[in-house]
Each structure stands twice: as structure tokens, then as C-alpha cells.
């Protein structure tokens, strides 16, 4: 099983959302916000899930409805991490990662 990790950038794009979803649907805020931990959690378990987008990234995708989110991440070391770079809404232009 691989450790996830989460880059700051990850960590502010979850907040991100999280003060969006609060203000436009708090209804399902905290529903939302579970399901994004939830398949980014499978990740540590099935690293290889996600398409790949360049080189060794790859983006997960995760369905909430008519749209859902995306996690872009790199498994690492013979898959014993797995570095989350960023989420963000598939409406959303494009990833932003440092």
C-alpha cells in the first residue's frame, strides 16, 4: 500500500473547493468533499488508476453528478508514495500545479 502525500498546492485547491461548494451547495459540501478524499484514497491501493497525462502524472477522474473533479498525482519509488500536485473541477480550465 502506498502513503499519499499532498503537495501545498493540493492542500489550497481542496480548500478552494471547499469554501466554493460551502457557499454555492452547502447541501453537499461535506458530501462532495468526502467523495474527492475517498477517490483519492483508492490511489494507495491502485496507483496506476488514473490516465496518464505527461510523463509519470496522471489524473483521476471523479464523478459527482454531471461533472465531477479531477486529482492530478504521480505515483513515486516503486509505488510506495503517491504525491497528489492538484484538484480542481473538470469545469475548471486546467490544472495550475507547482
Do not use: C
Not at 23 to 45: M, R
Not at 78 to 90: C, G, K
Request: overall charge negative; proline content about 3%; glycine content about 8%.
Amino acid at each position: 500500500m502506498a502513503r499519499l502525500a499532498w503537495t501545498e498546492h493540493a492542500l489550497e485547491d481542496l480548500a478552494r473547493l471547499a469554501d466554493f461548494l460551502a457557499k454555492e451547495d452547502p447541501a453537499s459540501a461535506d458530501a462532495t468533499f468526502g467523495l474527492i478524499q475517498q477517490a483519492v484514497g483508492i490511489l494507495a491501493d491502485h496507483p496506476l488508476i488514473g490516465r496518464r497525462v505527461s510523463g509519470e502524472q496522471r489524473e483521476l477522474v471523479i464523478s459527482r453528478g454531471r461533472w465531477g473533479y479531477l486529482a492530478l498525482y504521480e505515483p513515486q519509488a516503486n509505488f510506495d508514495r503517491v504525491l497528489v500536485y492538484a484538484i480542481r473541477h473538470q469545469r475548471e480550465a486546467g490544472f495550475e500545479a507547482d
